[in-house]
């Protein structure tokens, strides 16, 4: 069982940054790949980023591709995302994901997951 927590959310105007940053604790957090998904209102939740258990493997969607930056510190149980440039249609809820099995973009790869932290973008 893994327990993760999102934080970092928050209100930016367009072009600000923001770090998301997700805290696991339970099991062995090095064990499992890490995604971030977002989930925008009235929306489906949508794949954002996702790193390999041991940070050799990246992948993102290409709306955030240059602009967002996951990463993560297996000695303190955590993922991050760096948000740069950030637009009016980044607004969504985060949510951080935890799997066993290397399937970046489905959602159903994905165990466990935080309860999301709002982002919301002004124009």
């Known amino acids: 069982q893994v327990q993760l927590v999102e934080s970092g959310g928050g209100l930016a105007q367009a072009g600000d940054s923001l770090r998301l940053s997700c805290a696991a604790s339970g099991r062995t957090f090095s064990s499992y790949h890490m995604d971030w998904f977002r989930q925008a209102p009235g929306k489906g939740r949508e794949f954002v980023a996702a790193?390999?258990?041991?940070?050799?493997?990246?992948n993102y969607a290409d709306s955030v591709k240059g602009r967002f930056t996951i990463s993560r510190d297996n000695a303190k149980n955590t993922v991050y995302l760096q948000m740069k440039s950030l637009k009016p249609e980044d607004t969504a809820v985060y949510y951080c994901a935890a799997g066993s099995h290397w399937d970046p973009r489905n959602r159903d790869a994905y165990d466990y997951w935080g309860q999301g932290t709002q982002v919301t973008v002004s124009s």
């Open positions: 790193i390999t258990m041991s940070s050799g493997i990246t």
